[in-house]
């Protein structure tokens, strides 16, 4: 049996390409946004999946992903989801529209055998459909996650920029013990900007995997919701996909 590190709200946003007022596939999306909001803490973490999609289950896809931003307000997400707009100097103004609302639900971060596992599952949309198919967000699974040494070099072109490498603390930065790779735990890597992952596919049954019920922890996600949490004004944005699980 795994034994439960942290639970908490899971939220999917998908920002689309600049100029794309409506998407329509994978391919007119910039960047899949995951947010973490622990039920023991005020903090919210926003990640970024750098494939754009969640890991496939069934291929075992390993997926590299980053924590953006840590923060202890949802107004303090509020520019990182809404519309930017801008200036170039070859095409005049452009404007980025405002991260979509995908999916909700509830996760946990468990410790199982030598490895840490993030495990969900939704509460909307109650019928996933091409938006989620299309970022491989499904209703429920389960992904091996490991934590990137800092200070471990990086093959050329990947991984963060020097500006953005994290400095953690003495404690985490201990987990490694001069190893490339750590499990994720605790769960505490997550509140530093700059922490790279790998998210690994593992097991669509994560309940079965786990033997954690997730069920009951999706009960307990009721009590929020993706508007009142992060704030986020349903007239801002369109947010069928959450609903009907289509892409706009």
Do not use: C
């Amino acid at each position: 049996m795994a034994e439960l590190l942290e639970d908490g709200d899971i939220y999917f946003l998908y920002r689309p390409r600049v100029q794309e007022e409506h998407v329509d596939s994978l391919d007119e999306v910039q960047r899949l946004l995951v947010v973490m909001h622990p039920w023991h803490g005020r903090h919210l973490r926003l990640l970024v999946v750098g494939r754009k999609r969640m890991p496939d289950i069934s291929e075992h896809d390993r997926f590299w992903a980053f924590v953006d931003e840590v923060v202890d307000r949802p107004e303090q997400l509020h520019k990182t989801l809404q519309a930017r707009r801008y200036r170039t100097g070859t095409r005049g103004e452009r404007e980025q529209p405002p991260a979509r609302p995908a999916a909700e639900g509830a996760y946990v971060l468990a410790r199982h055998d030598d490895h840490t596992h993030l495990a969900y599952e939704l509460e909307l949309p109650t019928r996933p459909g091409e938006a989620q198919r299309g970022l491989s967000i499904e209703p429920e699974a389960s992904y091996i996650v490991t934590v990137k040494n800092p200070q471990a070099p990086s093959p050329p072109g990947v991984g963060l920029g020097a500006a953005r490498k994290v400095r953690l603390p003495a404690k985490l930065q201990g987990q490694f013990h001069g190893r490339r790779f750590a499990p994720l735990d605790p769960p505490d890597f997550l509140d530093h900007p700059g922490t790279e992952l790998v998210l690994i596919g593992a097991a669509h049954d994560a309940s079965e995997e786990l033997r954690i019920d997730l069920d009951a922890e999706v009960e307990r996600a009721e009590r929020s919701t993706i508007f009142g949490d992060l704030r986020i004004g349903r007239r801002e944005r369109p947010v069928a996909p959450l609903f009907t699980g289509e892409w706009a």
